[in-house]
């Protein structure tokens, strides 16, 4: 672990002078079973990187077999429940590894092999994380798809990579609502042929349909033993696949392989949170995105650390939860999204002062850039000026966090990421894809790859080395603008393409325009975000219907279910405006630059607008908006 300042220096210099020696001396750390043959091969300029060359490992004997012999009697996984009357479960990693075994004998009995696909849609229960490690045991490719995806977006993940197995569960709780998960998956699975078995898990006890592949989780767990040998991994095998929004409509499911995404994100998470033995690590994401992944599931346990799962959510029974299972499990390193910040923020403090959080250590940020406000809030509410704050940048293609402070071991600045972490080289480019030097404002991009570094899109290598690396040969194109400040450290700005962050969920316009576009009453919708004092940024529709006469507040509501039943109820767009027409180029490409400006209200901000075809309806909004 790094414990200063200098050593924060001494292994980014030698990261950068020799990073093949340096990442190698950290993979030695681990448990393998057959060591790399070279460490790192790579070549940006026809995208392929592989690590750990010829490694041979399964991550779930560094999760768990190797933390048997020193610490069987370790909480692995801390589970509070939904509702605060149900009993938390402290899993040891002794009972974990048990566990894990089992339910991996349980996929094998269904018949579930090595390379395989295996979707799950799962609430958030120990059985999750259980399942996940059970695929990764047996070598099968596990593709998590967050429960609160709709049928038609579960269904397109599954066929996407023809998964063989779906794991899910008769509904999961969520605040005061139940959702009815295995209704939403029998409605999937009617278009998803390459599924022969669905396991359910036993969550709500509510009433569900039984069909011919289904089978009850739990009785078939009773007729399988827990010895289960792991699984021989190349480092390169995919290990999952993890779907993300793009600026097009399908969504990309992002390959991570065994071994380099194990080294890193275990890396990471030792050096950015300072994870002690005996703390208590609550990381609030939802496994069904890439931080429950790498920082719920695999970086806490590969380390041996208690991580704790949280089903519920931070308004149930009150706005207090968070604070309450803080106090309650005396959490000390506790890690969110600045959206939940800004939520809670607008809620007397006196619900955060009411209980005890001297235990807190370490406070973390994810998944969008932390406001001014937010920030000094966690700090001075949540951490009593006495908790350093990493305001960790990374991505699902990342796999793990690239830009960070180390808790306590090299300087914070409010807003600001600050430093990538050693053996990332982060640049900034200028349009022309020139990199600036020094203090600056331009794309984020970077120079040489990380362990966890995504290999591929599933299915779609030609989409992988476009999206990523064609934009600027040479580097990764991470898709964010930054600025840095004179002693280098960086702060992201936000997206520069169509993806917009919306209460710190990645969500591509188009896939959201193509739902809008249903319609049978819409000719072409234009969506794109605009600043929002609590989700960071809400959505906007511009939408030209085939009828002006229509009764847009029926169009609205229509326009809004399509988007949750193509989607989920994540990407239902804020506002949506009627109106005639779309500010065009020449060439009848829509100026979302102009329709971004006047959805946030800054009408006198439109820069040149000569280019477009039809300047009156630009006219036409300000007057709808105003
Ligand atoms: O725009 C950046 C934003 O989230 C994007 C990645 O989203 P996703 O793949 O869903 O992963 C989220 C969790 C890692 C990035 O391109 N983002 C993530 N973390 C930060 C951030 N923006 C600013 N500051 C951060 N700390």
Redesign the pocket.
């Known amino acids: 672990m790094i414990k200063s300042l200098s050593e924060f220096k001494q292994a980014s210099a030698q990261a950068k002078e020799n990073p093949d020696g340096f990442w190698s001396e950290v993979a030695s750390e681990f448990q393998w079973k057959a060591p790399w043959k070279q460490t790192l091969d790579f070549d940006f300029s026809n995208p392929e990187v592989k690590w750990f060359v010829g490694g041979k490992l399964n991550i779930t004997e560094n999760c768990l077999d190797r933390h048997l012999a020193t610490q069987p009697n370790k909480t692995a996984i801390l589970f509070e429940p939904n509702d605060p009357a149900e009993a938390a479960q402290h899993i040891t990693y002794k009972e974990l590894h048990k566990r894990v075994c089992q339910t991996a004998n349980m996929l094998k009995a269904n018949g579930a092999k090595k390379g395989d696909r295996i979707c799950i849609y799962m609430p958030m229960v120990p059985e999750l994380a259980i399942a996940v490690l059970a695929c990764a045991r047996i070598g099968a490719i596990h593709s998590v798809v967050f429960a609160g995806f709709s049928a038609t977006a579960l269904a397109a993940r599954i066929n996407d990579a023809s998964c063989s197995m779906l794991l899910t569960a008769d509904g999961g709780f969520r605040g005061a609502k139940t959702i009815a998960l295995k209704e939403i998956a029998d409605e999937a699975l009617v278009s998803c042929s390459t599924v022969n078995c669905c396991l359910v898990l036993q969550r709500t006890q509510q009433v569900v349909q039984w069909n011919s592949i289904d089978k009850w989780w739990h009785e078939e767990l009773e007729k399988v033993d827990d010895n289960c040998p792991a699984e021989v991994m190349d480092s390169e095998d995919p290990l999952f696949i993890l779907y993300?929004s793009g600026s097009t409509g399908k969504p990309k499911g992002m390959v991570h392989t065994c071994g380099g995404y194990m080294v890193y994100t275990a890396y990471t998470f030792k050096n950015v949170f300072q994870c002690q033995p005996n703390d208590v690590y609550w990381c609030t994401a939802d496994i069904g995105?890439?931080?429950g992944h790498s920082y719920i599931v695999y970086g806490p346990l590969v380390n041996g650390a208690t991580t704790v799962m949280f089903e519920g959510v931070p308004s149930y029974p009150a706005f207090d939860r968070f604070w309450e299972v803080c106090a309650k499990h005396k959490i000390t390193h506790f890690y969110t999204a600045p959206t939940a910040i800004r939520a809670l923020e607008k809620h007397p403090t006196s619900l955060v002062e009411k209980h005890d959080l001297s235990s807190l250590k370490v406070l973390g940020?994810?998944?969008?850039?932390?406001n001014a406000e937010a920030w000094h809030w966690y700090d001075e509410h949540v951490g009593k000026h006495n908790c350093p704050i990493v305001?960790?940048?990374?991505?699902?293609?990342t796999g793990g966090i690239l830009i960070s402070s180390l808790a306590g071991v090299t300087p914070q600045k409010p807003t600001f990421?600050t430093l990538p972490m050693p053996g990332v080289q982060v640049v900034l480019l200028n349009n022309e894809g020139d990199e600036i030097e020094g203090e600056g404002e331009g794309i984020l991009a970077i120079k040489h790859p990380w362990p966890s570094i995504a290999r591929t899109i599933w299915g779609d290598h030609e989409r992988y080395k476009n999206v990523y690396f064609s934009a600027y040969p040479g580097y990764y194109f991470?898709?964010?603008g930054a600025l840095r400040d004179a002693e280098g450290n960086y702060r992201?700005t936000?997206?520069v393409d169509d993806v917009v962050?919306v209460s710190?969920?990645?969500l591509g316009t188009a896939p959201i325009e193509n739902a809008i576009n249903e319609h049978p009453e819409v000719v072409e919708s234009a969506v794109v975000g605009y600043p929002h004092d609590i989700k960071g940024n809400a959505l906007c529709t511009y939408v030209i219907v085939r009828d002006m006469g229509v009764d847009s507040s029926i169009i609205e509501k229509e326009i809004r279910e399509e988007v949750a039943k193509t989607i989920g109820p994540i990407a239902k767009p804020d506002r949506i405006l009627v109106v005639s027409g779309l500010p065009k180029t020449r060439s009848g490409k829509i100026m979302r630059r102009i329709l971004r400006k006047l959805a946030a209200g800054e009408h006198d901000q439109l820069g040149d607008i000569s280019t477009l075809l039809n300047p009156e309806i630009v006219e036409e909004i300000k007057r709808q908006n105003s």
């Open positions: 993300t995105w890439i931080t940020s994810v998944g969008e850039p932390i305001d960790t940048w990374w991505q699902t293609e990421a991470a898709g964010d992201i936000g997206r962050i710190g969920h990645n």
